[in-house]
């Protein structure tokens, strides 16, 4: 909706607040009466759509109340007031031209920083009274907004399979590409029809849930920061299950991400913020802080091992991290499936504390650190926790971080693990030189590659190739144009491959690496393997699909190959 149609409320800090480590949402730090009277709304119903929240800190001024902030000691004065009067106006201004109605509800010292600011504006609500009047009539706004009673929390349920779940690194499409004239459907990225790849094979499915990482969603750019604003500007959370357009029969899963810091010496998320975040964006299940106790670390002066003890210590904080998480969540109140993650280094690490979180009050839990690790040994750490969550009245569900191993895909049946999430089927797509394309026969095929001239990492491949920028436009043009006419059955597989090679082999390739390819890229088009699929992707695309060429293509391909996998193990097709 147009923001001039939203609501804003702005709320003054209060003395109370919960006792955190580290930074959280302004919105969980505050601990009085108006935000008990706000949690307790947003525990019974969905954030409003025409809601902007923003709070008066005797600190930090005026700020969103998705901010991270620290705790403090700091009262408001009308001195202090009067300092901050500057900040204060230079917010309320801007926001109040992107609200309609707003709502003050500030004590004396509080309203003497914005006094002036919304003078004569229509619209600007300021309830007067003690306490317990402007309690009432916060309550009464509240009220008055749209009603989406909170669907609770989702538990996904043991089914005769494991569930999928495909990691999201942004993997955002432009669902209007022209791949004919290689056009965007608008130059801003904001402005684009992008959808989630997860979303392309309508009306099938490519997986059970998004895993999506903290770490990842508070460091990189674009719509990451949607999840984890670092700035004092964020008002409103965008719920993380219509952001990706989740179905019913779907789940958004979040993780702490710890391979992106495992060379730190702490997780620079806390608890608090962890829990908050799946809260406050509305995930379905969360995973707790881990640290990974990974044999050897890289530092700037080279790889470094980490002994037993170092190891342990990591093991022990995911532990007590994850006793603290299931705390916080009980206490908040939080309307989200906590998910214990184990870390261990060797199978006996895993399978010793699996009875330990369960007495915890753990029924869902996820075993980290995998990745690295060779099948062999990921084999007996699976069958060393089986073995323990077996053992149990009640027997835990059991999720794999990070990993999809098809060899173990069978045993990992037999043992009972519930879910995995991995990305490997989805990257191979433009991270393997001969394995891009999975076909609907189960092998893989090479992806013909023509890099955009424009790339600035295909420029710069291409400075030392000794050609015009005019030469080079043409060679990549005629490549494009013979794959199409080779889709038209205009062409034989020799001239297409002469034309995509004539391009290619520029790109620093040496003499065998190219005559490879092209035996691979003459495999690839002499079958025809997409016009076997019956995806959607494959039936709108083409030979576009098996094209290697920048994100509109790659990420298409990366989602049937997804699809591919899925409908494999875990629809046994």
Known sequence: MPSAEKDLIILGCSAT??????????????????????????????????LSLAILSAKY???????????????????????????????????????????LFLGKDYARAIDGVLN????????????????????????????????????????????????????????????????????????????????LVHPLKLCDGILVSLAQHMTSKGLLKKFAPDDDQALAPSLVREHFKLRPDQWAFGDCGAFSYV????????????????????????????????????TASGKRRLTRTEQLARIRLTRQNAEQFLRLHQEWEAQFIPV?????????????????????????????????????????????????????????????????????????REYGIASFDSATYFRKAWLRSDQNYLGADGRWYAAIRVPPLDDPRTRRRLQTCGQSEDRLRKLEKAAL???????????????????VLAYDRLLLRTHSDTTELAEKYRETLTSRIWERCSC??????????????????????????????????????
């Not at 009308?78 to 707003?102: C, N, Y």
């Not at 702490?266 to 995973?287: K, M, N, Q, R």
């Not at 794959?483 to 020799?494: G, I």
């Open 61 to 103: 001024g005026l700020i969103g109340a998705l901010s991270p902030i620290a705790n403090y000691n700091q009262r408001m004065s009308a001195q202090r007031a009067d300092e901050l009067s500057p900040q204060v106006a230079k917010m309320l201004t801007r926001w109040a031209s992107q609200h309609g109605r707003i709502f």
């Open 340 to 412: 214990g993650v184990i870390q261990g280094v060797t199978p006996d690490d895993y399978a010793k504390q699996v009875p330990d979180y369960v007495d915890m009050g753990y029924s869902y839990l996820a075993i980290g650190g995998l990745v690295p690790r060779p099948d062999a040994e990921v084999l007996e750490i699976v069958k060393a926790v089986a073995h323990a969550a077996s053992r149990l009245r009640k027997r835990p569900w059991i999720h794999l971080l990070g990993i999809f191993r098809p060899k173990l895909q069978a045993l990992f």
């Open 536 to 573: 959607r992707i494959c039936k709108e695309l083409g030979i576009n699909v098996v094209v290697f060429r920048g994100v509109n293509r790659n990420k298409r391909r990366g989602a049937h190959n997804t699809l591919m996998l899925y409908q494999m193990v875990c629809c046994g097709k």
């Open 481 to 499: 144009r013979s794959l199409d006419a080779y889709e038209r059955r205009e062409m034989s597989v020799e001239r297409v491959l002469q034309a």
């Open 120 to 199: 004569n504006r229509q619209g600007v609500s300021f309830p007067d009274g003690g306490i317990g009047r402007k309690l009432a009539a916060l309550k009464c706004t509240l009220e008055k907004l749209e009603r989406v009673e909170h669907p609770g929390v989702r538990k996904p349920e043991r089914i005769d399979r494991p569930l999928y779940f495909l990691p999201d690194w942004d993997d955002f499409v432009d669902s209007e590409f022209d791949f004919q004239t290689e056009s965007f459907s608008a130059n801003r990225r904001s402005d684009r029809c992008e959808l989630h790849v997860s979303q």
């Open 17 to 50: 607040k919960r006792p955190v480590s580290g930074k959280v949402p302004a919105i969980y730090l505050y601990d009085g009466p108006a935000f008990r009277v706000l949690r307790s709304y947003l525990r019974k119903y969905r954030w409003p759509e025409r």
């Open 263 to 298: 060379g730190e010496e702490t997780p620079p998320i806390s608890v608090e913020h962890a829990v908050a975040l799946y809260d406050l964006y509305g995930f379905d299940l969360g995973a707790s802080v881990d640290h990974i106790p990974v044999s050897e670390l890289r």
